[in-house]
């Protein structure tokens, strides 16, 4: 029978482990290479036992000595560490905590990435009862500048970009609200940049707004956005605190330890259901 998480001790109860852990962490610690000395009054073990168990891990490479004396982390913790990067997967992440965010707010939830000057929806979690007409499937694209997501990915990118992304698509509109002239997309990506929330008001699809935020990956690149659409008399801005405590919970599973952006006032809007990002 498979065991739930509360089963599994806080400690481990093997001791040697234990003690293996509070090396590692002691030398994760530090940059440079850390004497015997030092790593032993660290810890609080005796220089015999650090030393025995130092040189265990330096057999398996989890440890390195560049000097007689003093240690590192070894290459292995790299290797092993690149494996499991590896496997992160940003689809795999986002499924439960999007089904919980849909189950919140009850109107669909889209994951994003960008490939070139558009972004593909790769997962949603959507039911009838958002009364929400699914019109861009998952392998569905779209224009960067005309969704929330592509907004946080233009927003993410430098001012020449920008302009080169404008010069190439000429900020073809979809509405009356699509944006279509440079500096008004200009500031819409400023505003993007200062609230990590970025929006789409009917710009893609007449009757739907949406709001994203960012999904980063352990080297704080932004790898993906999490949108939330709506009718557009539906949009609620009540939502922005879940939809960024989701995507932040995305992140932390790929490895992103940062901070929280702060949502942005809301803008209203009219008329008929189908889904746009």
């Not at 057999?59 to 499991?84: I, T």
Request: with cysteine; net charge positive.
């Amino acid at each position: 029978m498979r065991k739930n998480q509360s089963d599994v001790p806080a400690v481990p109860v093997i001791q040697v482990i234990e003690r293996m852990f509070s090396l590692i962490d002691v030398l994760a610690s530090r940059e440079e290479a850390i004497s015997l000395k030092e790593i032993s009054e660290k810890t609080g073990l005796h220089p015999s036992t650090t030393h025995r168990i130092l040189n265990d891990l330096a057999v398996g490479r989890f440890v390195d000595r560049p000097e007689a004396g003093s240690y590192r982390l070894g290459m292995r913790l790299l290797e092993l560490g690149n494996l499991v990067k590896g496997r992160l997967n940003v689809r795999d992440a986002a499924l439960g905590p999007m089904r919980e965010l849909h189950k919140l707010t009850q109107q669909p939830v889209n994951l994003s990435m960008r490939q070139g000057d558009e972004i593909v929806y790769i997962e949603r979690s959507y039911s009838e009862r958002s009364g929400m007409q699914v019109v861009r499937a998952i392998g569905g694209r779209a224009a960067l500048h005309l969704t929330s997501t592509g907004k946080l990915f233009l927003a993410a990118d430098d001012p020449a970009r920008v302009r080169s992304y404008a010069t190439r698509t000429g900020l073809a509109g979809h509405t009356r609200n699509s944006i279509t002239q440079l500096p008004a997309l200009e500031r819409e990506l400023s505003k993007a940049r200062q609230y990590g929330i970025a929006r789409d008001n009917e710009e893609l699809e007449l009757g739907v707004r949406c709001m994203a935020t960012g999904i980063y990956d352990d080297q704080g690149k932004l790898v993906a956005g999490l949108s939330i659409s709506a009718p557009a008399d539906r949009l609620d801005e009540g939502w922005l605190p879940k939809l960024q405590a989701t995507a932040n919970e995305i992140s932390g599973a790929l490895g992103f330890k940062d901070g929280v952006a702060v949502a942005t006032p809301a803008t209203p809007a009219s008329n008929s259901p189908s889904t746009g990002a």
